[in-house]
Each structure stands twice: as C-alpha cells, then as structure tokens.
T-cell receptor
Framework: KNQVEQSPQSLIILEGKNCTLQ??????????LRWYKQDTGRGPVSLTI?????NTKSNGRYTATLDADTKQSSLHITASQLSDSASYIC?????????????FGTGTLLAVQP | GAGVSQSPSNKVTEKGKDVELRCDPI?????LYWYRQSLGQGLEFLIY????????KSGLPSDRFSAERTGGSVSTLTIQRTQQEDSAVYLC???????????????FGPGTRLTVL
C-alpha cells in the first residue's frame, strides 16, 4: 500500500532556532514529492515540489531535500519565526494508478514559541 | 478569481440531514479535487474532476456522498443522510493540469468545517 509517513508528529521550538522535519514514503512509481504548509483553519499552501532528479530545493528559509533511493525527504526551516507555526504536510502523488490522487502524510505540527 | 473559495465556511447539521458544500475553483483550472480532513488525520482523497472526463469517484466513502461539477467550473459536494462520522473539514483544490503526472501545484480553498450533531 502506498503510504507517506512523517515525523515527528509534533515539535516545539524557540523562535530563531532551526528544525528539520522528516518524511518517508513507499509510493511507487515515484513522480514528485511536495511539502505543504497548513495554517490553522486554512487550506494547505505549497512550499516546494521536488522531482526525481532534484536533491535539494530552497524556498526562502525552507529547504527541502530528497533521497529517491531511500525514499526519504526532509524539510529544514532556518531561523524560525512565530509565523512558521503550522502543520507541515508531505505529499506524494499516487502515480501508479489510473487516477491522479495525492497521498498526504498526517503532518508535523510545529509550534514556534517566543 | 483570487483563489479557490468554498462555502459555507462552517456548517452544523443534525444527523440524517442532507448537506451541500460548494467550491469555486480558480478560473481556468481544469482539475478539481475534493478532500476530507478529519481531526488528527491526513487529507483523504474523495473525488477528482478533470475537464469533461468522467470523474474519479474512487475515494468516496459511501453512496451517501456525491459530487458534481457544472460547466467545468463550480463544484458541489453533497452528503445525504449525514452521520456523525462525516464531521470533518472538507477541502477543495484546483490545478491547471492533473497534479499527479505533472508538477502543477494544487491550490486549496479554506475548507468547510462540517459538524454533524
């Protein structure tokens, strides 16, 4: 069964500190991997989309890495801000079927405290 | 439009009643998706529309759930005879092209929070 698992489930850090969120997936065949940020009460917003050939991709203070061999991805947040408090969701398309479903991880809930 | 919009933002209903949830996708987006997000769970795919093709209904949890997309734009998700387990946030997303086989971004609406008493 194609799955996406994330860790940790939740994380609390102090403002200004860095953190790294993990994503493991078993989806095959693999097309791309996405990281979304979901603020409380809002819909998810795309942060990055990484294809098979990309190892690292940055979007401001967010840097995503991808190891397609081990089927792992990470999202590193540098110099965290209070506004980074949100749920971060790892998403991989279910490319193998006739549909175009995205498989969502359960997310890492990040709380940045002053 | 500026983004994907959904209405209502909140809906409280009694068990057994029917509800309709509306989604207005971004203009020009051919792909439209409905997801359900239960507390502490990842987003669960419900249904997918792509242009004039037959929708992919493989994620609908029961025959009480149905969805339409009129004129390739607005979509309505209908839940008949609601049950308490239907309580969740229902999210709609749209993209220019099918998001699985491309890297087109899905843009999500704010969701409708459904509470079934």
């Amino acid at each position: 069964k194609n799955q996406v698992e994330q860790s940790p489930q939740s994380l609390i850090i102090l403002e200004g500190k860095n953190c790294t969120l993990q994503c493991n997936y078993t989806v095959s065949p693999f097309s791309n991997l996405r990281w979304y940020k979901q603020d409380t009460g809002r819909g998810p917003v795309s942060l990055t989309i990484m294809t098979f050939s990309e190892n690292t991709k940055s979007n401001g203070r967010y840097t995503a890495t991808l190891d397609a061999d081990t089927k792992q991805s990470s999202l590193h947040i540098t110099a965290s801000q209070l506004s980074d408090s949100a749920s971060y969701i790892c998403v991989v398309p279910d490319y193998g079927g006739a549909t175009n479903k995205l498989i969502f991880g359960t997310g890492t809930l990040l709380a940045v405290q002053p | 439009g500026a983004g994907v919009s959904q209405s209502p933002s909140n809906k409280v209903t009694e068990k057994g009643k029917d509800v309709e949830l509306r989604c207005d996708p971004i203009s020009g987006h051919t792909a439209l998706y409905w997801y359900r997000q239960s507390l502490g769970q990842g987003l669960e795919f419900l249904i997918y529309f792509q242009g004039n093709s037959a929708p992919d209904k493989s994620g609908l949890p029961s025959d009480r759930f149905s969805a339409e997309r009129t004129g390739g734009s607005v979509s309505t998700l209908t839940i008949q005879r609601t049950q308490q387990e239907d309580s969740a946030v229902y999210l709609c997303a749209s993209s220019l092209a099918p998001s699985g086989r491309s890297t087109d971004t899905q843009y999500f609406g704010p969701g409708t929070r459904l509470t079934v008493l």
